[in-house]
């Protein structure tokens, strides 16, 4: 079992950065890919960003504002945020998988966190 808790979320204004972190516990393997998706009020859980041991995916709407990298000796992933907008609300939730490479699909994520919440105001 692998256990994933997310911190540094919280109230921004638009154009403001926030830095999210993920800390793995437990049974960790660095070949884990990683991901960050994230889930408004009232729709689906989308996928944000994900890194595995060679690459690294962006959703469409954060490439070029948002970072995700690794830091394997602490067991720990974050997620950069810059340029933040109000679209950018939600729920943000950390998910580990053992496959190569889950890609953007939730159902391939073996674990999750439970949620930390990002507010962009206008």
């Known amino acids: 079992q692998v256990q994933l808790e997310e911190s540094g979320g919280g109230l921004v204004q638009a154009g403001g950065s926030l830095r999210l972190s993920c800390a793995a516990s437990?049974?960790?393997?660095?070949?884990?890919?990683m991901g960050w998706f994230r889930q408004a009020p009232g729709k689906e859980r989308d996928f944000v960003a994900a890194?595995?041991?060679?690459?690294?995916y962006y959703q469409h709407s954060v490439k070029g504002r948002f970072t995700i990298s690794r830091d394997n000796a602490e067991n720990t992933v974050h997620l950069e945020m810059t340029n933040l907008k109000p679209e950018d609300t939600a729920l943000y939730y950390c998910?580990?998988?053992?496959?190569?490479?889950?890609?953007?699909?939730?159902?391939?994520?073996?674990?999750w966190g439970q949620g930390i919440q990002v507010t962009v105001s206008s």
């Open positions: 437990g049974h960790t393997d660095s070949t884990y890919a």
């Open positions: 890194i595995t041991t060679t690459n690294t």
């Open positions: 998910a580990a998988s053992p496959k190569i490479n889950p890609g953007d699909q939730p159902a391939l994520y073996d674990y």
